[in-house]
């Protein structure tokens, strides 16, 4: 075991403990429910989410003593979407939005048969949640306040994250500045990180194929690309058997790894809304074909072992 140089509260690790003894599965129960409900309508962008009024009534109906609470006990319905078929360790995180004071559910995902690198850890399935949602993390709660430096460094490139603070159920509360004090950040790089909502990338898809529900959705989060380092934004959209599509668009890390790919992003919108890889019908892809990031090779790796009878659309962006 690592040393742990921070010290918990053991007030709020009894308290926690005292409260998931009492109400911890009805409460799991509830909040997997609500969630629930908003799943296979990705056309409102609710999956995963418990807004902040349903949020409010559980703590009310339950009589916590707030949204931490609420949070920290809500980890076990958040670990029920992770996907994590190689480890079997199951990751939730729960993060709240600093914009709207919804909580977005998270978990670890793993894809067989390809290489680790494509791993989406808890609190990435989180922070990409939100930057598709325009959003950002005020609070992140997971199982303890020690993200891995790879989760560090993915999360640091995140605009408003030197704010961030983080809480476990062992009574911990961190902020990212404790946790990694001097990091290398989009600033040394004079850039300032992903800022929610933007739209940066300048793309064209030019001649294409594609229908226009599909080619209007992979232009627009093409656009929300972030890749200020290789000037090569990508975007994905699936389409999915039930007539309704997701999205998802490039992160670029200033240390380059990690990086969110397109493909992995998008996963992480069809898990949140209650699908799976099954359910891809057809998939577009915008890339910079063969610019310094060309996404076309890595996407069809992942695309091959995740839904093989996909047909798959590459569309290079001028």
């Known amino acids: 075991m690592s040393l742990n140089p921070f010290r918990a509260d053991p007030e709020i690790a009894n308290r926690l403990s005292e409260l998931g003894a009492l109400i911890g599965g009805d409460i799991a129960t509830d909040i997997a429910r609500l969630a629930a409900q908003k799943h296979r309508r990705p056309e409102e962008n609710l999956g995963g989410i418990i807004l ?9 109906s339950y009589g916590l003593a707030g949204v931490e609470d609420l949070m920290l006990l809500a980890l076990p319905a958040a670990r029920q979407i992770a996907r994590p078929p190689i480890s079997g360790f199951f990751v939730g995180a729960v993060g709240l939005e600093r914009e709207t004071g919804n909580l977005i559910l998270g978990g670890n995902m793993e894809f067989p048969a390809t290489h680790l690198g494509f791993t989406i850890h808890g ?10 949602r325009g959003t950002s993390i005020e609070t992140i709660a997971i199982g303890e306040a020690h993200p891995c430096a790879h989760c560090r460094q993915y999360l640091s490139e995140f605009a408003p994250t030197r704010d961030l603070t983080l809480i476990d159920p062992l009574g911990h509360r961190l902020t990212m500045a404790e946790l990694y004090p001097w990091p290398f950040d989009p600033n040394y790089l004079g850039e300032s990180g992903f800022v929610p909502g933007t739209s940066n990338a300048a793309i064209d898809l030019g001649d294409h194929d594609l229908p226009a529900t599909i080619a209007d959705r992979l232009l627009l989060a093409g656009r929300r690309s972030h890749a200020p380092y290789s000037k090569c934004p ?55 074909v063969g610019g310094s990031v060309d996404y076309s090779l890595s996407v069809t790796e992942l695309l091959g072992r995740l839904a093989p009878p996909a047909p798959l659309t590459i569309v290079g962006w001028a």
């Open 123 to 132: 609190e990435g399935f989180v922070f990409t949640r939100a930057a598709s």
């Open 234 to 288: 990508g975007a994905v959209v699936l389409a999915l058997s039930d007539g309704n599509t997701v999205s998802g668009f490039a992160i670029e890390s200033v240390a380059f790894n990690p990086t969110m790919g397109p493909l992995q992003a998008a996963m992480i919108d069809l898990v949140a809304h209650g699908y799976e890889a099954s359910d891809i019908a057809e998939v577009a892809l915008v890339t910079r």
């Open 52 to 60: 902040k009024e349903e949020a409010r009534q559980l703590i009310e």
